[in-house]
C-alpha cells in the first residue's frame, strides 16, 4: 500500500486549506495525524466506511471525506489557527496473517500564520 499526501502549504490564520491522502488501492480506514516542530505526533481523523471520527480539538474546523472513485481521502480545514502548523500524515493498517503493517504517507507541511 502506498498513501500520497498533498496540499499543504502557508495560509494566514483564519484561512483554508484541503489535504489529499491517494492511496494505491482500495482502503477502508484511513486516519489524518500531524506532527508539530518539537512535538509528538497526534492523531487528528479517521475516516473508515462512511463513519468519520474527528478530534475533539478540530471538531467544527476539520472534516475529513473520501472518493472511492479516486482512492482518495481528504481532510477539510478551516478556520485554521497558528497552533495548527505541522506535518500531516495519512496513515493506514491491513492485517495480514496475525501481522499488523503500517502504512504512511510522506508528509506534507501546513503553516498557519498569525
Known amino acids: 500500500v502506498q498513501l500520497q499526501a498533498s496540499g499543504g502549504g502557508l495560509v494566514q490564520a483564519g484561512g483554508s486549506l484541503t489535504l489529499s491522502c491517494a492511496a494505491s488501492?482500495?482502503?477502508?480506514?484511513i486516519g489524518w495525524y500531524r506532527q508539530a516542530p518539537g512535538q509528538q505526533r497526534e492523531w487528528v481523523a479517521t475516516?473508515?466506511?462512511?463513519?468519520?471520527v474527528v478530534e475533539p480539538s478540530v471538531k467544527g474546523r476539520f472534516t475529513i471525506s473520501r472518493d472511492d472513485a479516486k482512492n482518495t481521502v481528504y481532510l477539510q480545514m478551516n478556520s485554521l489557527k497558528p497552533e495548527d502548523t505541522a506535518t500531516y500524515y495519512c496513515?493506514?493498517?491491513?492485517?495480514?496473517?496475525?501481522?499488523?503493517?503500517?502504512?504512511w504517507g510522506q508528509g506534507t507541511l501546513v503553516t498557519v500564520s498569525s
Open positions: 496513515s493506514t493498517d491491513q492485517w495480514r496473517n496475525g501481522v499488523r503493517y503500517e502504512y
Open positions: 488501492q482500495s482502503i477502508n480506514a
Open positions: 475516516i473508515f466506511g462512511t463513519t468519520t
